[in-house]
T-cell receptor
Framework: EAQVTQNPRYLITVTGKKLTVTCSQN?????MSWYRQDPGLGLRQIYY???????DKGDVPEGYKVSRKEKRNFPLILESPSPNQTSLYFC??????????????FGPGTRLTVT | SQKIEQNSEALNIQEGKTATLTCNYT??????LQWYRQDPGRGPVFLLL?????KEKRKERLKVTFDTTLKQSLFHITASQPADSATYLC????????FGTGTRLQVFP
């Protein structure tokens, strides 16, 4: 089954404790992206990757890191989480065409709470 | 400044009626526009994509229009059902994909 998986689905942590949220897709998509979703603010892009070893900042990259060592995986790293990073996080992937990415396939989401 | 606007208030309609959702944008020149459905606590699911040179796109009970002069897309669900109740997001593709905040649709029997 074609899908994007994220782990963990729920995470409660404390300020400053490094964490990683994993994302994996089995569709051989070139493009992968991380979003956060907050009430009233919608989906905002954190980082994206056009292919292996190619990553770039989205609209809200501060406090996050990513890496793309393999095509299928795109982990999101919070080196020193803070309460303002409490949010619902989504990973997404898509094929890349000549005019950009096509429809995005989203993971199930990771609800992160930082106390 | 660049802005995407979707009705922030929920749209409540009766089963069987046509639901029409609006996506307006300013200061963008999108190559194409996408619509997604999102259920509470779940990831968005792609519905339709329409390109700038297309006026209308249909898929089963769904219809999307795209007016680049008005800078507006309309999303229609005909013969709406309670199962259509969800939040619907529009997303503009410029050099990246920019999402609106979504409109919640409630279809009551």
């Amino acid at each position: 089954e074609a899908q994007v998986t994220q782990n963990p689905r729920y995470l409660i942590t404390v300020t400053g404790k490094k964490l990683t949220v994993t994302c994996s897709q089995n569709m051989n998509h070139e493009y992968m992206s991380w979003y956060r979703q907050d009430p009233g603010l919608g989906l905002r892009q954190i980082y994206y990757s056009m292919n292996v070893e190619v990553t770039d900042k989205g609209d809200v990259p501060e406090g996050y890191k990513v890496s793309r060592k393999e095509k299928r995986n795109f982990p999101l790293i919070l080196e020193s989480p803070s309460p303002n990073q409490t949010s619902l996080y989504f990973c997404a992937s898509s094929l890349l065409g000549t005019s950009g990415m096509y429809e995005q396939y989203f993971g199930p989401g990771t609800r992160l709470t930082v106390t | 400044s660049q802005k995407i606007e979707q009705n922030s208030e929920a749209l409540n309609i009766q089963e069987g009626k046509t639901a029409t959702l609006t996506c307006n944008y300013t200061n963008y020149s999108p190559a194409y526009l996408q619509w997604y459905r999102q259920d509470p606590g779940r990831g968005p699911v792609f519905l339709l994509l329409i390109r700038e040179n297309e006026k209308e796109k249909r898929k089963e009970r769904l219809k999307v229009t795209f007016d680049t002069t008005l800078k507006q897309s309309l999303f229609h669900i005909t013969a709406s059902q309670p199962a259509d109740s969800a939040t619907y997001l529009c997303a503009l593709h410029t050099d990246k994909l920019i999402f609106g905040t979504g409109t919640r649709l409630q279809v009551f029997p």
